[in-house]
């Protein structure tokens, strides 16, 4: 022990190793670079690329196609029937004045006794008591019957529309 004692520095626990005479360490050297390796030329794959139309997706982009043109249609087929009811409700303004205008001057014309004396001159009379008839008609015995629509499948619909539409397409282009 006496020999690592003169090694210590004022009397620490660490030792002066730059005074040490036997350091047998020796110094790391670097090692030499080698040369990068030359690279190799890679052969170029050309790829032939094919266009390859799925079925799916010609099948699926023709129902598009046909569906935006029954949309574009359809939006056509209800302009023209707005058009239409926008007409025929002003036609029914104009004829509801009229009515009222005729019916005004209808009965402001009506005069009994001109009439009455009209029909002397035809050779009409007045009826006996015997020939007048009374009807009473209750409100609820009255029916009116209108024209009952069938009812229609879902594919008979849907073949009516298409049939409507391509008419209508066609006679618009005509």
């Known amino acids: ?33 080698l040369p990068d390796a030359p690279e190799r030329a890679k052969p170029v794959r050309r790829v032939k690329t094919r266009l390859a139309i799925a079925p799916f997706t010609v099948l699926g982009t023709a129902v598009a196609v046909v569906m935006l043109f029954l949309v574009i249609f359809s939006y056509v087929r209800l302009y023209e029937a707005q058009s239409a009811v ?43 008591p015997s020939q007048i008839v009374y009807v ?16 229609r499948n879902l594919f008979e619909q849907i073949y009516d ?10 006679e618009y282009f005509s």
Request: negative net charge; charged residues 30%.
């Open 86 to 128: 926008s007409d025929l409700k002003e036609t029914k303004t104009l004829l509801t004045e009229e009515q009222q205008r005729l019916r005004s001057q209808y009965e402001n014309s009506l005069d009994l006794e001109a009439i009455e004396a009209r029909a002397l001159e035809l050779g009409m009379r007045q009826p006996l």
């Open 161 to 170: 529309a298409f049939y409507g539409v391509i008419s209508d397409v066609v």
């Open 1 to 33: 022990m006496p020999k690592y004692d003169e090694y210590r520095t004022n009397g620490s626990a660490a030792y002066d190793l730059h005074s040490v005479r036997d350091n047998t360490a020796r110094p790391l050297r670097q090692p030499e670079r």
């Open 136 to 151: 009473e008609v209750a409100a609820g015995d009255s029916v009116e019957l209108g024209e009952v629509q069938e009812e």
